[in-house]
Every structure is written in structure tokens, then in C-alpha cells.
């Protein structure tokens, strides 16, 4: 199935689009901030020319290939964004995602989220993944909102940071397989468990 790269998607409250070079000012806003990048897997931008340099290679230069899903995150009625959420299209179609902290905890992360998710399954991508530090909760917390399910805990050592960090992996089959459980961290990894998590009736 031919799949176009980013294509647009509106929601309720957003519009999630490429970004252009016109964004690297925004960009800049979301990745120089220390707690918005505290979890994330690369240091604060420490300069304008940083973000640049960051743009051309996860963004722009993303969107020459076939396919991929690269979004800004952009309230309706501007044109800015304010955040950002992507799938890998290597082997684990890794949803991750950032957002400037004045927009946490309004359910932003959580709507494009499920928009993506819905193109990814519209296109015939087969299951997703995601993974969180167990030192940040709340990012588990928009993955179980989104529909995906807890599979196991790894201790990676955390490049290029270079620290040991316990992650959590989360998993949704978009293609019907329940039973299908991404396994290459836990095989990767020496250290790794199921932990016993109480089940959350989601809302």
C-alpha cells in the first residue's frame, strides 16, 4: 500500500502538519526547554543553530522518503507548533511525542495521538510501540489513553546520554494479531520483567 509521508490531519483542537524551515524558532521553544527534554532521548537545544541542525534531520530530511509520520503538533488558529509526535518506520513504529509544558496535562498529546494512530492503521502499519521511563508516569498515563497495553520493563543504558534507565514498553496491534508482542528489547536487554500493574478502567 502506497503511503503518503505526514499527510494532514485535523482534530477537534489541532492540526498536525510537516514542518517547514518558517517552524525552527518553534522547535527551538520545545527542545531548549530541560524539563520538557528531561525524558527525551537528546540534551536541551542549546542554540537556535542546534534546532536547525535538528530540523533538517529529523524533519525535513524525513519527509524525502516514501513514507512517515513526522508531525507538528499546531493548535487551530495558529500556525506554530507547540509540540510535536511521530512513528518510527523501522521495525518498532515507535510512537513518541514532546510538547511545550504550559500545554501539558489538556489532553493535547492524547487527540493527535489517537489521529495518528488512526492514519497509521488507515495505511496498514501493522502495531505501534512506545516506551517510557518508569521515573515519568504521565507518559504511560496518554499511552494507556491512546488504547495501548503495558508488556514488559528493560533497563537499557541510554544513548547518547549515556545513563542506565529502567523503560517501560507499551503496545498496540493495529492489524488484528493480539497476541503479538514486540520482543526485541526484551531480548536486547539483560535485565528484563514483568512488573505486577493494576489494571485502569479507562475513561
Known sequence: MKRENTPELVTERLILRKFTEEDREALYEILKDEEVNRFLPWFPAASLEAAETFLKEHYLDSYKKESGYQYAICLKGENRPVGYIGVSMEESHDLGYGLRK???????????????IEQARKDGIPYLTATHDVKNPASGAVMEKLGM???????????????????????????????????????QSEVHFVEEREEKTRQ
Do not use: C, H
Request: glycine share 6%.
Open 102 to 116: 504550559e500545554y501539558w496535562n489538556q489532553g493535547i498529546v492524547t487527540e493527535a495521538g489517537r489521529a495518528v
Open 149 to 187: 497495553s503495558y508488556q514488559y520493563s528493560y533497563e537499557e543504558l541510554w544513548q547518547p546520554k549515556n545513563f542506565l534507565v529502567t523503560f517501560r514498553l507499551y503496545q498496540m496491534n493495529l492489524d488484528g494479531q493480539t497476541e503479538r508482542m514486540f520482543r526485541k528489547y526484551w531480548e
